[in-house]
């Protein structure tokens, strides 16, 4: 399966700063998506990330709070904006290779702190 | 949409022993089920996943059984290991879509 870089791997921040996750896929994907998960909780996806267009995002995530680039079939970024310490959470990029009902698979994640 | 219930939150095991987490789904339009590990600290591994045209899927103390009619799946380990202690998560994805939905997961715990 595809390897997928994610950094950072883990930040401490200040509230009302704002940071941007990086997802880097060592092949080119179908899909990457963008999920958050709480401590303790399970996976909530935030948005579907779209090679050169804008993300598909879901119910209760906007594109103000969490604004999404993939410039390519291989890349993509999350940024977390304006943060609280509400945005504390593991921040995960996915991605599925090739057509039909492939599987998903996860990276490291980015474990957020915000102050 | 689609609604994946998982149970049970927690399980504890005696090492050796059997252990059996289950989900049910509410589409019927779901076709693929994924069973996802995760350790502390790591990412979502996918372990196994099944489709609905199949019933039974093993690999080697891992099975997963899917019954289409009742709209469950559940994840069988046999012979449990410490290793295998991690929280499992369950999936459903309908036909045509790429974006499953995700249980809330199951934290086992296997006691040596």
């Known amino acids: ?115 | 949409g689609e609604n994946v219930e998982q149970h049970p939150s927690t399980l504890s095991v005696q090492e050796g022993d059997s252990a059996v987490i289950k989900c049910t789904y509410s589409d019927s339009a779901s076709n693929y089920f994924p069973w996802y590990k995760q350790e502390l600290g790591k990412r979502p591994q996918l372990i196994i996943d099944i489709r609905s045209n199949v019933g039974e899927k093993k690999d080697q103390r891992i099975a997963v059984t899917l019954n289409k009619t009742a709209k469950h799946f559940s994840l069988h380990i046999t012979e449990t290991q410490p290793e295998d202690s991690a929280v499992y998560f369950c999936a459903a994805r309908p036909g045509g879509s790429y974006i499953p939905t995700f249980g809330r997961g199951t934290s086992l715990i296997v006691h040596p």
């Open chain 1, 1 to 115: 399966s595809a390897v997928i870089s994610q950094k950072p791997s883990r930040d401490i921040c200040q509230r009302g700063t704002s940071l941007t996750i990086q997802c880097q896929v060592d092949s080119q994907v179908t899909m990457m998506f963008w999920y958050r998960q709480q401590p303790g909780q399970s996976l909530t996806l935030i948005a579907t990330a779209n090679q050169g267009s804008e993300a598909t995002y879901e119910s209760g995530f906007v594109i103000d709070k969490f604004p999404i680039s993939r410039p390519n079939l291989t890349f993509s970024t999350l940024t977390v904006s304006n943060m609280s310490p509400e945005d504390s959470s593991i921040y995960l990029c996915s991605v599925i290779t090739g057509q039909g009902s492939q599987p998903q698979h996860f990276g490291d994640g980015t474990r957020l702190s915000i102050l």
